[in-house]
């Protein structure tokens, strides 16, 4: 998502009032994460130091966004935004038909039953994105935290898009948000402990096996 996407989808979330509230081994089985509602997400560790993010929307909005931290770095502030952030940018919600939202749909008072502009019955999108903790791309991209560490803590949360106004969970938190509450998943094989080199008596010994073998191809 584009930068001046991101800060104005921001800013319209606040207007609204969302503030109110494989190349390594096969990944982990995901846990945490908003995994009931019109708007789901969870984050898998892949291995080699790679964390694998997905969202599952079924409304019109294409402007639900994941922030995510790495070994609870510091947050950023961002003029405009009420609230600090972290490397939030580039994962974001689709949607398979229109017309969707904010793209094809004017926005014109709260979504209310009489005239609702979002909705929450299209067939599932889901999509996911790979990030390479030693290979970060994006607009906002500190160095990583910790680098000597072969695992890091990944943080992420639902930050952006309209508030749970087509109807919220039982216990009055807003549908898809989730109060912007931190999940966390750990991501392994970022520097994996390299095996020292054979020596004394070990390294004779397989020197001597070498030779042996050597003598037996001549």
Not at 30 to 56: H, M, S, Y
Not at 114 to 121: N, P, T
Not at 168 to 195: A, M
Request: charged share 20%; proline share 9%; hydrophobic share 30%.
């Amino acid at each position: 998502m584009p930068a001046h996407r991101l800060l104005t989808g921001l800013a319209t979330a606040t207007l609204l009032g969302a503030g109110l509230t494989t190349t390594a081994a096969v990944a982990t089985a995901a846990e945490g994460g908003q995994r009931t509602g019109p708007v789901q997400f969870w984050a898998e560790d892949l291995g080699n130091c790679k964390a694998e993010f997905t969202i599952r929307n079924t409304t019109n909005v294409t402007t639900y966004t994941l922030d995510w931290r790495i070994d609870d770095e510091p947050l950023r502030t961002v003029d405009g935004i009420p609230f600090d952030i972290g490397r939030t940018g580039g994962m974001a919600s689709t949607v398979l038909e229109g017309p969707r939202w904010p793209d094809d749909i004017p926005t014109e008072g709260p979504n209310t039953v009489d005239k609702r502009w979002m909705v929450s019955d299209r067939a599932p999108s889901t999509k996911t994105y790979v990030q390479d903790l030693k290979d970060i791309t994006g607009t906002y991209n500190p160095p990583l935290p910790n680098p000597e560490s072969d695992t890091h803590t990944v943080s992420y949360r639902m930050v952006l898009g309209p508030p749970g106004n087509n109807g919220q969970t039982q216990d009055g938190n807003p549908e898809w948000l989730g109060d912007r509450q931190w999940h966390s998943i750990e991501v392994t094989g970022c520097n994996p402990p390299v095996d020292p080199p054979a020596t004394g008596s070990l390294a004779g010994f397989l020197g001597s096996l070498g030779s042996v073998g050597s003598l037996g191809r001549g």
